[in-house]
């Protein structure tokens, strides 16, 4: 029995709008749409071209639904890439079958939202801060309000009136804009902004800054896009007009003041000043240079265009989207037998309990989870691939709507409240083999990574139970064993802490064992009073005695389960007494597996191998051990070693791990092409790792690895300095990264220490 941690936030279901290029009657709908849902200002809309933009944008927002406003069925990338995402312009109204009544069919519309502000203002003598912006009907004024300010007038017909309710229930008064006026820089609020009540956004890292004053034509469509996503990211913007610039100032002012805080002790926060797509550089630059006399600071300027959903190495991006969070909970679920009890989802924080919606509406639930990490052999976080979508739905059960993978956890569509969730466990094979899969590769058990996961089991944790075989002398004894060898204590003893070389190194360096704890409660340095009361204790190695049978003169070995104050000879069945009183020694032979010849030594580079990269992840990960593998694409077949999958501590980014390893021997040019081969099947290149129990690669394996990680390969070299130490910091004192903690840096460091060198 096990707790898992399950934890959830709610927040409105996100959209993304896909119109036609230059459509701007869908673009007015989408806005009007928007208005009237809860979260829809962090809604994104999206033209069909160009494709990276698109894609850029979808990647980075992470829909739960795409709301399609072209007219037309959609590229079949996208149709295949969202299949059950999409949702028809149709079915943007419902019609109930009770009332007959035509309301909006898609979100958690924002009339719950009013009714609970209602509730509180009530009874208040204050004047409303809400305020519905009336434009005249100059060239472009209209709708460009809307985009800012927010507009029903384009929602499709229902029999639902939103702007009546919002007027009268938040006794909202009327701005009159006759002329490209902005409305008054005070503490008002329009109905855009109200769509964002009740929620928290939690911004991230990247170099946009939090709070952007756009420069841009009222007139162009793409700059009102473009605009509208950077708001719908969830920074604090402002569109200013480029005709009618100077009568923004007082918004730029206080955009521009909000936008200043510290950061850190050394860099302090500043609003940028954005270029619209459609705006001259000389216009933009004659704007800003008129900003810069308000004694605000010079103001970052970007005249380019924000690139969003770029993944490159060592580049946050462009701009990042917020999180969004109106209420978070956490129950504990006990795993017990393969099942988990089931937990209550939370609810949204403007209904009743006894509150129903009708399937039409929707919000969304992130649930993460973690814990068991005594049970490797299933995942509570799962990797942000398509190919796990279905594992997610099988998952979860109950009444729900959409299941899929978030960029958080496991995204949960709910349509009423409150519910019931039932969460089963994924199976860490299953998991890895989707995304073998996924790059056309097939994979089954092999009979040495079947002694591997056999050997990791019997031991019973990998971190904290498999830390024996990190002693090149323990190792050696098993060499010995597995050959059918008895060896006594003062033998073992011997062997492992020899400090003779021998052409790959010695047995003993206390500067790799001294510090290596082996046991809960160790005292002191290691020594090998531990290391052989852990071989006895797992049950590596056995107990016993030699017999020579009186009778038919056999010598053996026997357990000592297998005599008492007598035995029983194995070849002539005659019993007879141990002889005690003669001097003996106990003797030892290999237990369990070991037993098999070589079985046990090939697998312990590869569970040594993984628990160098569980100590990086902080048993984050989780693995497969060797498999037989067919690339369906040529029939090629061959062998990897095992598979490692490293997942995200607050989201599902994942690192993809295929190793090679090897006791004493050489990898070939096969070992390098076949490694390279398959990563190039993966669209996310795994890290591939190479470890051997030498101190040092040989030179020939240090040409072929450094010609991989020059090829743009992440590599991963390990030798014995990386694999027996606990920690590496001392190994790592003079690399680039001192202090590494992923797999990233992992790689970086043993380039540089074990390849370049």
């Not at 004024?141 to 009268?168: H, T």
């Not at 990211?233 to 100032?249: D, H, K, M, P, W």
């Amino acid at each position: 029995m096990e707790y898992i941690h399950v934890r959830q936030r709610l927040r409105p279901a996100r959209y993304a709008f896909l119109i036609s290029d230059g459509d701007l009657a869908a673009a007015l709908r989408a806005v009007s749409i928007n208005t009237a849902l809860w979260g829809g200002i962090y809604n994104p809309i999206v033209a069909l071209g160009p494709k990276e933009s698109r894609d850029g944008v979808l990647k980075a927002f992470d829909p739960d639904a795409i709301i399609n406003l072209t007219g037309s069925v959609l590229p079949n990338d996208l149709a295949s890439r969202y299949q059950d995402r999409i949702i028809s312009e149709a079915e943007l109204v419902f019609t109930d079958h009770h009332t007959k009544k035509r309301e909006l069919g898609v979100g958690f519309d924002i009339l719950p939202v009013i009714r609970n502000v209602h509730e509180k203002m009530r009874n208040s003598t204050e004047p409303s801060r809400a305020v519905i912006v009336t434009p005249h009907a100059l060239a472009g004024w209209p709708e460009y309000n809307a985009f800012c300010y927010g507009s029903f007038q384009w929602l499709p017909a229902m029999d639902v009136n939103f702007d009546e309710m919002y007027r009268l229930a938040l006794r909202a008064r009327t701005e009159d804009l006759p002329e490209l006026r902005p409305p008054p820089a005070d503490d008002s609020f329009f109905p855009l902004e109200f769509t964002a009540h009740g929620l928290r956004v939690l911004r991230g890292g990247t170099g946009f800054s939090s709070h952007v004053v756009f420069i841009g034509d009222h007139r162009s469509l793409a700059d009102l896009i473009e605009f509208w996503n950077i708001r719908a990211t969830g920074r604090t913007a402002i569109f200013v007009l480029a005709s009618e610039y100077q009568a923004f100032e007082a918004w730029i002012r206080m955009v521009a003041t909000e936008g200043r805080y510290p950061i850190n002790q050394q860099i302090e926060n500043q609003a940028d000043l954005q270029k619209g797509p459609s705006l001259g550089d000389d216009r933009f630059e004659e704007i800003c240079k008129w900003i810069n006399t308000f004694g605000l600071g010079q103001l970052p300027r970007r005249n380019w265009v924000p690139r969003y959903g770029i993944e490159m190495e060592m580049y946050a991006g462009d701009i990042d989207v917020a999180e969004l969070l109106a209420s978070t909970g956490e129950e504990i679920s006990i795993l017990d037998d393969g099942r988990m009890t089931p937990v209550k989802l939370i609810r949204p924080p403007f209904v009743a309990p006894t509150f129903e919606r009708s399937r039409w509406s929707a919000w969304s639930i992130e649930v993460s989870m973690s814990g068991s990490y005594r049970y490797p052999e299933l995942m509570f976080s799962l990797p942000n691939e398509p190919v796990i979508d279905p594992l997610a739905r099988r998952g979860m059960s109950g009444m729900l709507g959409e299941v899929r993978i978030g960029q958080r956890g496991v995204i949960v569509q709910q349509h009423q409240s409150p519910h019931i969730l039932h969460v089963s466990p994924i199976s860490t094979n299953e998991v890895i083999h989707a995304l073998l899969a996924q790059a056309g590769i097939e994979a089954e058990p092999s009979q040495p990574g079947r002694y591997a996961e056999q050997i990791i089991k019997k031991m019973g944790n990998l971190q904290g139970d498999c830390r024996v075989f990190k002693v090149r002398g323990v190792r050696q004894i098993l060499d010995k064993l597995g050959e059918g060898s008895v060896l006594t204590k003062g033998n073992m003893h011997d062997i492992a802490m020899s400090t003779t070389d021998d052409k790959y190194g010695r047995n003993w360096r206390p500067e790799l064992y001294e510090k290596l704890i082996l046991r809960y409660g160790q005292q002191g340095a290691l020594h090998f009073g531990n290391i052989f009361d852990e071989l006895l204790d797992q049950r590596i190695i056995r107990p016993g005695l030699t017999f020579k049978c009186r009778t038919c003169f056999k010598e053996d070995w026997y357990h000592v389960s297998e005599f008492t104050e007598e035995y029983t000879c194995r070849y002539c069945f005659t019993s007879q007494r141990v002889k005690f009183g003669s001097a003996r020694e106990w003797q030892y032979k290999a237990d369990g597996l070991f037993q098999i010849r070589d079985s046990g030594q090939g697998s312990v580079a590869v569970i040594l191998s993984l628990w160098r990269l569980e100590h990086m992840a902080h048993s984050s990960g989780r693995w497969i051990t060797s498999r037989n593998i067919l690339t369906r694409s040529d029939g090629a077949r061959c062998e990897i070693d095992y598979v490692y999958v490293q997942t995200g501590m607050l989201d599902t980014k994942y690192d993809l791990v295929i190793g090679q390893a090897t006791r004493f021997g050489d990898f070939t040019d096969d070992d390098m092409k076949k490694m390279s081969g398959l990563a190039d099947r993966f669209n996310r290149k795994p890290f591939l790792a190479f470890t051997t129990l030498r101190d040092q690669f040989s030179e020939q394996d240090k040409v072929r690895l450094r010609e991989l990680s020059k090829r743009g390969y992440k590599v991963i070299a390990l030798t014995r300095e990386e694999i027996d130490p606990y920690d590496l910091h001392d190994r790592f004192d003079k690399a680039p990264h001192k202090y590494a903690v992923g797999l990233r840096e992992l790689s970086r460091n043993t380039i540089y220490l074990n390849v370049d060198r």
